[in-house]
Each structure stands twice: as structure tokens, then as C-alpha cells.
């Protein structure tokens, strides 16, 4: 298996009460996407596709960063980046 470069670890902030989250690897984006999100909905699921399409090496990993921010901002996670 080939290690995907994620790059700048993005950190999630809760809007209310919880638990900061710093994502450092595509990995640990993919598994809390599945496992840990608090909502089910079109960014995440779109983020899902994108993240699992980059970790192929279908589509550049920047879009799987981009679509897993926009499903951070979907579910009420400030995120300290962009992309």
C-alpha cells in the first residue's frame, strides 16, 4: 500500500461543547468520515467518494481535502484551513 501525502494537518473546532480533532493523514479523514461524524449528508458522502477516489490515485488529493472541509463546514466544524 502507497502512503498518500495529505499534507498541512487540518484541525477541526467544535462550534459548541467538544473535542478539538487534527487531522495529519487522509486515513484518519476517511475513518472518521465513516465511523465518527455526527451527520449523514451529501458533503459528507461527496467527501467520502473524493477521499476514497484520491487514496486510488483517480483525482489529486487537494479535491479530497477540499470536499472534507466543505463536509466539516456541513456538520459545524470550524476548520482552521481551507484547503
Known amino acids: 500500500m502507497i502512503e498518500i501525502q495529505w499534507g ?9 461543547d467538544g473535542v478539538t480533532e487534527r487531522f495529519s493523514t487522509i486515513e484518519k479523514a476517511r475513518y ?5 461524524w455526527p451527520i449523514v449528508d ?14 486510488d ?3 489529486p488529493v487537494k479535491d479530497a481535502r477540499c470536499a472534507f472541509v466543505a463536509a466539516a463546514l456541513s ?8 484547503s
Open 8 to 16: 498541512e494537518p487540518i484541525t477541526l473546532y467544535p462550534t459548541q
Open 42 to 55: 451529501d458533503a459528507r458522502l461527496a467527501a467520502l467518494e473524493k477521499i476514497d477516489s484520491a487514496m
Open 75 to 82: 456538520a459545524g466544524f470550524v476548520p482552521d484551513r481551507v
Open 32 to 36: 472518521w468520515l465513516r465511523r465518527n
Open 57 to 59: 490515485c483517480m483525482s
